[in-house]
């Protein structure tokens, strides 16, 4: 059974890391520490991870371990590491949100370097440890069905790091470029406080500035850095919510566009397989008007926040389509939950609602009842499937 749509959020008091993330999550969710040992040890046999009991001042949580495969490098090139992600034994979800998490430091990268996406060369992110972070940061995200996200100002800090391009100033430059938009505070504490991978985590959540709505306290974790800091603790608190009323509110990535000079039957299978990707909620199709008075299909998709951009991708190669719009919307959802109703011979798999009033209401899925017979066997299935 998978997790409750959870609300994730972020306070990072020392900064952010790859392991400091995964630190905190597994220190609030302990049950992934298994599944996340096994996709660890998946990647190399000579990889493994743990968790240890970290303290500093005063506060307590764990700090990620890593044994790494010796003297042997990683992956150096962009499409190397995606292929390594594209071939790792886990669920396209989690594979999907692992390659977002790249293509973002890799976009960056490009950008700083000035470079095609295709011939990016990672220096500082480049090795085992960056590919173990990405891959179970994304694989907890996932797991805790984490579908919004908030975080506090993020620390500046000052100062250089070494590179292999020679001294940078910090916050480093591809850490920078992540992380646009971003809230930041000076708390005069020096130091890399955000890396790189730690930027394309947190650029991934999309976070806004504070919890939706009415929320319950689900659990917290503190993930420790190796660093150690005069004065404050170096870690990274990490906070999970649940929805506490009768209807959630959350946000969903929304790509519109229109197609005037695509066959019917063409189009038809595009959206099908559009529909089939990773992060898409819904595909919708409805007849519009364009220029010239031509008649055309508007599509409109929703998406996990995470995915538009790779969604996106999607849309331009499954439809004719040279142009869309993408964007967030806030929406409000009722809590649901799945079910399985016995009736007769019959399994049916159901959605039960909760209604503001406290009322529910149940629907059955469509693809079991059809097995049922004809319309008035369906309709009696139905009636005894949604009996609340």
């Not at 390594?84 to 979800?93: E, F, I, K, S, V």
């Not at 590919?131 to 620390?155: F, K, M, Q, T, Y």
């Not at 000052?158 to 391009?165: L, N, Q």
């Not at 806030?330 to 011979?345: C, H, N, Y």
Request: include cysteine.
């Amino acid at each position: 059974m998978s997790e409750p749509v959870s609300h994730l959020h972020l306070d990072a008091l020392g900064g952010i890391a790859g392991d400091m993330f995964i630190a905190a999550a597994l220190d609030a969710a302990p049950f992934l520490l298994d599944e996340a040992q096994h996709l660890a040890s998946a990647i190399s046999p000579d990889i493994s991870i743990g968790l240890e009991d970290a303290k500093d001042h005063g506060l307590t949580g764990k700090r990620l371990t890593l044994t790494l495969p010796g003297q042997k490098r990683g992956p150096r090139h962009y499409p190397d590491y995606q292929a390594l992600y594209l071939g790792a034994p886990t669920d396209a979800a989690v594979i999907d949100r692992a390659c977002d998490i790249l293509r973002r430091l890799a976009v960056a990268e490009a950008k700083i370097h000035g470079v095609a996406l295709d011939q990016v060369h990672f220096h500082e992110i480049s090795d085992w440890d960056s590919i173990v972070d990405i891959l179970l940061s994304a694989l907890i995200i996932e797991r805790l069905n984490v579908r919004s996200a908030s975080a506090g100002a993020l620390p500046l800090g000052s100062g250089t790091v070494r590179t292999e391009h020679g001294p940078l100033p910090v916050p480093a430059p591809a850490t920078l470029e992540i992380l646009k938009g971003a809230r930041f505070h000076d708390d005069s504490v020096s130091g890399e406080r955000i890396t790189p991978t730690g930027a394309a985590i947190f650029s991934h959540l999309c976070p806004t500035e504070s919890p939706p709505g009415q929320v319950t306290l689900k659990a917290i974790g503190y993930g420790f850095g190796t660093k150690t800091f005069e004065k404050m603790a170096n870690t990274l608190r990490l906070s999970l919510y649940l929805p506490a009323g009768p209807a959630v509110r959350d946000t969903v990535g929304a790509i519109v566009f229109h197609v005037d000079d695509q066959t019917p039957e063409d189009l038809a299978i595009g959206l099908t397989n559009i529909r089939a990707q990773p992060g898409v909620l819904d595909v919708q199709q409805m007849p519009s008007f364009g220029k010239k008075n031509r008649m055309a299909s508007r599509i409109e998709v929703l998406c996990d926040p995470a995915t538009v951009e790779t969604v996106a991708r999607y849309c331009f190669l499954e439809t004719t389509t040279i142009g869309l719009r993408y964007g967030m919307e806030s929406r409000i959802i009722l809590p649901r939950e799945t079910g399985l109703a016995v009736a007769d011979d019959a399994n049916v798999c159901t959605k039960r609602s909760t209604r503001p009033d406290g009322s529910t209401s149940t629907k059955s899925e469509m693809d079991d009842v059809a097995r049922a017979g004809n319309e008035r066997e369906r309709q009696a299935l139905r009636r005894r499937t949604e009996k609340d």
